[in-house]
């Protein structure tokens, strides 16, 4: 029998509002991590309504209608069942809710919900919090906890990884199409490099392409 310990997974976690088709890109290039590096994702969410409820006059007008009071509803699902169900629900609804919304190009409807929920083997009366504020206590929590580490500037998703001073959160990265196999890995150990380094804060340009669920 060998004494040899198994090392510990490297924990991050991942922020994300069920609406974003550029957070859905960025969930599904961590699972990918997961399969190529010693990782574990943990999900938490956040919300595009809660971040802009204060600037919705600012917004263009599509945008305003996405990110507006209607688009508290897939997040209030999700926390809903994450109280309910326990935290392991929350990546598995995530998925079928995303393969629904954005994959196959369903959009945030009730009905997409609903076969979500189908979906992840969850109960259907969890529909019923997409219109309640029960849990958005739990909500706000949780988007606090993961837009404090960013700042208000920024939207999702949100990373929290290790870094040179304890735990590094940064808003993306920001891909499209999903990094696959070693390209995965390569970005995520270029992810840990950036955060190793003291003081580093952002490397941008500007989005050229529209989001690709490949």
């Given at each position: 029998?060998?004494d040899?310990q198994?090392?510990?997974?490297t924990?991050?976690?991942?922020?994300?509002?069920?609406?974003?088709?550029?957070?859905w890109?960025t969930?599904?290039?961590?699972?990918e991590?997961e399969?190529?590096?010693?990782?574990?994702?943990?999900?938490?969410?956040?919300?595009?309504?809660v971040?802009?409820?204060?600037?919705?006059?600012?917004?263009?007008?599509?945008?305003r209608?996405?990110?507006?009071p209607?688009?508290?509803?897939?997040?209030?699902?999700?926390?809903?069942?994450?109280?309910?169900?326990?935290?392991?629900?929350?990546?598995?609804?995530?998925?079928?809710?995303?393969?629904?919304?954005?994959?196959?190009?369903?959009?945030?409807?009730?009905?997409?919900?609903?076969?979500?929920?189908?979906?992840?083997?969850?109960?259907?009366?969890?529909?019923?919090?997409?219109?309640?504020?029960?849990?958005?206590?739990?909500?706000?929590?949780?988007?606090?906890?993961?837009?404090?580490?960013?700042?208000?500037?920024?939207?999702?998703?949100?990373?929290?990884?290790p870094g040179?001073d304890g735990?590094?959160?940064?808003?993306?990265?920001?891909v499209?199409p999903?990094?696959?196999g070693?390209?995965?890995?390569?970005l995520?150990d270029?992810?840990?490099l950036?955060?190793?380094?003291?003081?580093?804060?952002?490397?941008?340009?500007?989005?050229?392409a529209?989001?690709?669920?490949?």
């Amino acid at each position: 029998m060998s004494d040899t310990q198994v090392p510990e997974k490297t924990p991050v976690d991942f922020w994300f509002d069920p609406l974003c088709p550029w957070a859905w890109i960025t969930s599904r290039w961590m699972l990918e991590v997961e399969k190529v590096r010693d990782v574990e994702v943990r999900w938490h969410v956040m919300s595009l309504s809660v971040l802009n409820e204060n600037r919705l006059h600012e917004l263009p007008e599509h945008y305003r209608e996405l990110v507006g009071p209607k688009g508290l509803a897939p997040v209030r699902v999700v926390t809903a069942a994450q109280q309910k169900h326990g935290d392991e629900v929350v990546g598995r609804l995530y998925t079928a809710l995303g393969t629904r919304f954005h994959t196959n190009g369903e959009g945030s409807t009730r009905e997409a919900i609903a076969g979500a929920l189908a979906d992840a083997g969850l109960p259907a009366e969890l529909l019923a919090f997409a219109d309640s504020d029960e849990y958005d206590w739990v909500l706000r929590a949780s988007h606090n906890d993961g837009i404090e580490r960013v700042g208000q500037e920024v939207g999702t998703p949100v990373i929290s990884v290790p870094g040179a001073d304890g735990e590094v959160a940064f808003f993306g990265p920001v891909v499209t199409p999903t990094p696959r196999g070693e390209a995965a890995a390569r970005l995520w150990d270029g992810t840990l490099l950036v955060a190793s380094t003291p003081g580093f804060y952002e490397i941008k340009r500007t989005r050229t392409a529209a989001p690709s669920f490949e």
